[in-house]
C-alpha cells in the first residue's frame, strides 16, 4: 500500500513520529527503523523537537512529544465538556459552592465550564474567563504534573513553589487560600486524559469565611471524585470503537 500523501518532507515527518511509536529512539535506531538518511532523519527528529511533537529522553533519546497528547486531548474537549455540565452541577449542588473546569492555554488557564452558585456570596468565574498560571489551586493541579522543564519555568513568578507541588502530586488535590485573589479559597482536582496526562482541572471556590483556611479538609473527596469521573468519560471515549 502507497503511505505517500505526495509531500515528501511531512511523508518523512509522520514516518519519524510512526518509528517512535515503538518507544524511545537514538539517531541510529531512527535511522535503522525509518530507512531515512542520517542527516535527514536528525534535521526531522530535531525540527519536530522544536515543536514539540518530538522530545528527548533522560538518555538523549528520541521519544513522542507531548504535544501529541495535548493534541488528542484537545480532540476529546467536545465530549469532555459535554460531560462537565452535570458533574459540575453536582459538585455545586454538594458542596454550596461554585464549581469551574479550567484547561491550560500557555502561561494562562481558561475557564470551560462552570456552575454558578444561586445566590449568596461566591466566588464568580464565567465561562471564557482567563486567569493566572502563577496563582490558585487550578493553577497547581495544570503544572504539578508537568515534565520537569516546564514546572521549572511555570515556577518563576508563581505564589507556590516546587515544594507545594509535590505535596499536589502526594495527595492528587491542591487548595489554595487567599492566593489568587484575596478572601477567596479554592480546591482543585485533576482530570486526566487516556494517556494519564493531565488535560484539565475541576474546582470549586468561594469565600474563605465558608471555605476556611483547610478548604481541603472540607470537600477535596468531593472534588477528586468529581474529576476522577470526567477522566473516566475520556477513558471510555478512547476505547470505544469508531463508527
Known sequence: MDNSSGVGVLDKAATVLSALEAGPATLAQLVAATGLARPT????AVALEHHRLVARDMQGRFVLGPRLAELASAAGEDRLLAAAGPVLGALRDHTNESAQLFRRQG???VCVAAAERPMGLRDTIPVGATLSMLAGSAAQVL???EEPDRLHRGLQGARFNATALSAVRRRGWSQSVGEREPGVASVSAPVRGPSGRVV???SISGPIE???RQPGRLHAATVVAGAN???EVLRRAHQAPAS
Open 41 to 44: 532523519a536528525h534535521r526531522l
Open 107 to 109: 502561561d494562562y488557564r
Open 143 to 145: 503544572l504539578a504534573w
Open 200 to 202: 484539565a482541572a475541576v
Open 210 to 212: 465558608r471555605l476556611s
Open 229 to 231: 469521573k470526567l477522566t
